[in-house]
């Protein structure tokens, strides 16, 4: 039995009390926020105990690890303390505000010889997961490029913008899908409705392939799909449906003879592969549970946090600077 504890309790703070109460090898021990109010909800249904200072989390010997779920402003402080304390830390994305602080979150980790997991929830979708199948056996082959829209309408966040919040998904979901990290990185950004950018366009080049990425909170529809475009074939993912389509069907070129060349349209089938249905979120916090009783490295450890930390930092850039930004 794992021992944890939740500090935060915002809409995805709730989520990770409710899943991690369903978890038959977790105790959920506490849980701690800021507002009486969200605290006596969480007492209430699940009539655990609760408590505003995150002294009574750090200090309690009982506690084996905590999910940090609150603002981005807060994630290394408090990482930083619970790490210290000898918990297992995981951390809702995006890891903290600089790759800086990412990286020392990393290297205490390593001493306190305590997991660092962060919550990029996508490499736990099964529909993601049975496209980087399909990639990874060469359904697809080589691929071209990448199309990702993550969208909709909602009330703009106030402790970070749209590229730390919308994006960082995709920026993690398609170096999870290519086995690799982008290297050049060029964005767009405006603010319209609040303080930070609610609508971003953002452009990584992985060597030869390509990706491009729409994210916004002003869309009047919710949107979640990608779009992998491989020399074979290409696949759509919807990660609200849970639905992956694989499509038969791409431009090759043709030689009719000595001297000549053009260009074919292949055509084939749509087919769409059966995908159990099962929570990510379960999935993902499943997998933190099991990293600490069998001491293994997570998916999405503090490393991947941290390579999508950089990414965010070099979009900014871009939009700032208005150029290109190159990873080292």
């Known amino acids: 039995m794992v021992n944890i504890s939740v500090i935060g309790l915002g809409q995805w703070g709730k989520n990770h009390v409710r899943v991690l ?19 006596d909800e969480q007492k209430r249904v699940y009539k655990i105990e609760t408590t505003k200072h995150i002294e009574d989390i750090i200090h309690d010997p ?6 940090i779920c609150t603002p981005l402003a807060s994630h290394y402080s408090l990482s930083k303390k619970c790490l210290e304390y000898g918990k297992h830390v995981f951390i809702e994305k995006p890891m903290t505000e600089s790759s800086k602080e ?10 306190k010889q305590k997991i660092v997991m962060v919550g990029h929830i996508f490499r736990f979708d099964p529909a993601i997961n049975r496209l980087k199948e399909e990639i990874d056996k060469g359904t697809l082959g080589n691929i071209r490029f990448v199309y990702s829209s993550r969208v909709g309408l909602m009330t703009p966040r106030t402790d ?5 919040d ?6 993690d979901t398609v170096s999870y899908l290519l086995n690799k990290q982008p290297e050049e990185v060029t ?21 030869k392939v390509l990706a491009n990425i729409i994210v916004s909170w002003l869309c009047p529809t919710k949107v979640r799909e990608a779009w992998v475009i491989g020399e074979k074939g290409s696949a759509k993912v919807d990660s609200l449906a849970q639905k992956l389509e694989i499509y038969d069907k791409t431009i090759v070129p043709n030689a009719e003879s000595f001297g000549t060349f053009k260009l074919l349209t292949k055509e084939g089938d749509v087919y769409s592969p059966y995908i159990k249905n099962e929570e990510p979120l379960k999935l993902e916090l499943k997998e933190f549970v099991d990293c600490i009783k069998m001491n293994k490295i997570p998916r999405s450890d503090g490393k991947v946090g941290y390579n999508v930390v950089r990414v965010i930092e070099a979009a900014k850039k871009s939009i700032i600077k208005r150029k290109t930004v190159r990873l080292e």
Do not use: M, T
Request: aromatic share 10%; proline share 1%; net charge negative.
């Open 102 to 111: 990412a990286s020392e979150l990393i290297r205490l980790s390593e001493n």
């Open 62 to 67: 009982k506690i084996d690890a905590v999910s």
């Open 160 to 164: 970070c913008d749209v590229i730390s």
């Open 21 to 39: 109460n369903e978890l038959p090898e977790v105790s959920l021990v506490k849980v701690c926020d800021l507002k009486q109010e969200g605290l």
């Open 187 to 207: 964005a767009n950004a405006d603010s319209y409705v609040s303080k930070f950018y609610d609508v971003g366009f953002v452009n990584l080049k992985f060597d």
């Open 166 to 171: 919308f994006a960082s998904h995709d920026f």
